[in-house]
């Protein structure tokens, strides 16, 4: 469909959008799974571009940067949460990349499916040039995903770290903790997926289902990053957890069976959760990302292939992002 973008403000970055990742949420967006879909809809928050115009008032951008937009393009800027770095817990609703309200002007925000977008620039992303714009937009999200947990809790070199899950998260999260200094150890259902995950950085692969590897590494973790996308039983990699050990979740949004208060009592574990990251931290990890030459692995598609790639997506037939090349999806001229 045709959509209108609003002329650059005073303070706003014109988009070219070059790529665009396709994250699970925007198949359960388009779905309305989550009871918050606005319609019409243009799903899309893993953006990357190069900038085409500026207002007069933007200071941080010029024309021809690459430039990145994630989860979020405006936020209110003045409560605490902003202005400490954290405008994905904006007090007053940050406003989402799309299916969500400008604050300004009241109309639906459109992603990144589409040949350009406008964003005030303080939700516009430096792209380091060490990264190819045509891997890097699953970085907006997968990548800022499991990056803010790890540093929080200061995953790095003499650590054992598990990861749950290996999907569009899961990945990413063994990825940038090898790059961290981290023991990595893969935590999968699927022994098949073992060579994938020390290719990917793993230095182990531990099969849950496997009830004697699982007791022989309980208590032996210092954190573990469950990516897992549905609800599951969190109890066993509790388990696996050293005494004030970590666990974050990050995939899983929906009800959990019941954890065993014991688990966590008695050995002092924390059993949190993580949302992507501010727009300081997200700078970072795309910098992070850059220095140490961390891409998503990832299938490029064209805007046509989009349907194709939902029905794949909930078959779990990917390896491990879909990408969306725009300007290969533009009309001949």
């Excluded at 109309?107 to 005030?120: A, E, K, M």
């Excluded at 931290?281 to 349907?307: A, R, S, W, Y």
Aim: proline fraction near 5%; charged fraction near 20%.
């Amino acid at each position: 469909m045709t959509i209108e973008r609003r002329a650059p403000r005073n303070d706003d970055v014109a988009i070219r959008i070059t790529h665009c990742g396709i994250c699970h949420s925007d198949l359960h967006m388009a779905h309305n799974d989550w009871g918050m879909s606005i319609y019409p809809m243009v799903p899309g928050h893993e953006i990357v571009g190069i900038v085409t115009a500026v207002g007069p008032d933007v200071t941080k951008y010029k024309v021809g940067d690459k430039v990145a937009v994630g989860c979020l393009v405006d936020s209110c800027q003045k409560c605490h949460q902003c202005t400490s770095g954290h405008e994905q817990f904006c007090v007053e609703g940050a406003t989402l990349t799309y299916s969500s309200l400008d604050r300004r002007d009241g109309t639906i925000t459109f992603g990144g499916y589409s040949d350009h977008i406008v964003t005030r620039q303080e939700f516009v992303l430096k792209l380091p040039d060490s990264l190819d714009i045509s891997r890097a937009a699953p970085l907006l999200c997968a990548g800022i995903t499991t990056y803010s947990p790890l540093k929080k809790y200061g995953v790095g070199p003499g650590q054992k770290v598990g990861v749950a899950g290996l999907g569009g998260l899961g990945h990413m999260g063994v990825k940038i903790a090898h790059a961290l200094g981290a023991h990595v150890t893969m935590i999968t259902t699927s022994p098949g997926k073992g060579d994938d995950a020390r290719a990917l950085g793993a230095d182990e692969v531990l099969i849950s289902k496997d009830a004697d590897a699982m007791n022989a590494a309980a208590g032996t973790f210092d954190f573990i990053l469950d990516t897992i996308p549905v609800g599951h039983d969190v109890n066993p990699y509790l388990n696996l957890l050293a005494p004030n050990g970590n666990m974050v979740l990050v995939g899983a949004i929906e009800p959990l069976p019941s954890v065993h208060g014991g688990l966590l009592a008695m050995r002092n574990r924390t059993l949190a959760g993580s949302l992507i990251g501010g727009l300081p931290e997200t700078q970072e990890m795309l910098d992070f990302c850059g220095e140490h030459g961390i891409h998503p692995e990832i299938e490029t598609i064209k805007l046509d292939e989009v349907n194709e790639a939902y029905d794949r997506l909930v078959r779990g037939d990917v390896r491990y992002r879909f990408v969306i090349d725009i300007e290969a999806s533009r009309p001949a001229t």
